[in-house]
């Protein structure tokens, strides 16, 4: 089990011991976009959900606050993301969040490509409490660097995203809204031409009302080629 800690607004800090992650999928606000998503990864040979908007479970170690992410091969990529986290009291955080994906592995089984990489969570949250009244406005953010130069590769709203509150009543109905759960959202859709296989990612979310940014980086690390 991880344990994660987050710092709020105020300067208190929320202790959460991580009992369940789920990560989201296909999880557009617009179901055509998603449907014209879907089909533009079957032509690369990623299998088609049978509904949609999914939800992958994922080991709970894999939930991190790290600054390095240890990957097998050069074709994995994080995805620019919000996660709600429930404390330990029951109440709902609102985070930023980078879940770091096997894209050789997708094509095999969407579900295990999420647990081949971990989801890295940023330090501080909010109270969702404190930001659901714009939660449209708040912005999601991500760059990758090659080389030393950093490109912006994903920009926009949480608007482009299915709610914390449907996610909260999904988690709801099947008796998963409980401490110690992390729901991570899906993502917004990657800039045409950028090179996802980066050296190193960077994800903001921020708060346009307040000028509140929170935000999470990592590099990227190939390990040693197998012996044997």
Request: charged fraction near 20%; proline fraction near 7%.
């Amino acid at each position: 089990m991880a344990q994660l800690t987050f710092e709020l607004p105020d300067g208190s800090t929320r202790e959460v011991d991580i009992v369940h992650v789920l990560n989201a999928g296909y999880a557009g606000r617009s179901q055509d976009d998603v449907a014209a998503h879907i089909a533009e990864l079957a032509e690369l040979g990623v299998p088609t959900p049978t509904v949609t908007p999914t939800l992958y479970p994922v080991a709970p170690y894999l939930a991190q606050q790290i600054d390095r992410v240890a990957v097998q091969h050069r074709r994995t990529s994080g995805e620019a993301e919000w996660a709600l986290v429930v404390a330990g009291d029951g109440e709902l955080l609102l985070t930023a969040a980078c879940d770091h994906t096997d894209r050789d592995l997708e094509v095999h089984g969407v579900a295990w490509s999420k647990n081949a990489g971990p989801d890295v969570l940023a330090r501080r949250a909010w109270r969702l409490a404190d930001v659901e009244g714009r939660l449209d406005d708040l912005t999601l953010r991500a760059w990758v660097t090659h080389d030393g130069t950093e490109t912006q590769i994903q920009h926009g709203t949480l608007a482009e995203l299915l709610t914390p509150a449907y996610w909260v009543d999904v988690l709801r109905s099947r008796d998963a809204l409980n401490p110690g759960t992390v729901l991570i959202s899906g993502t917004i859709p990657m800039a045409p031409g950028v090179d996802q296989f980066a050296d190193a990612w960077r994800v903001e979310l921020g708060d346009p009302a307040t000028g509140d940014t929170i935000r999470l980086a990592y590099a990227v690390h190939p390990m040693p080629e197998p012996i044997g």
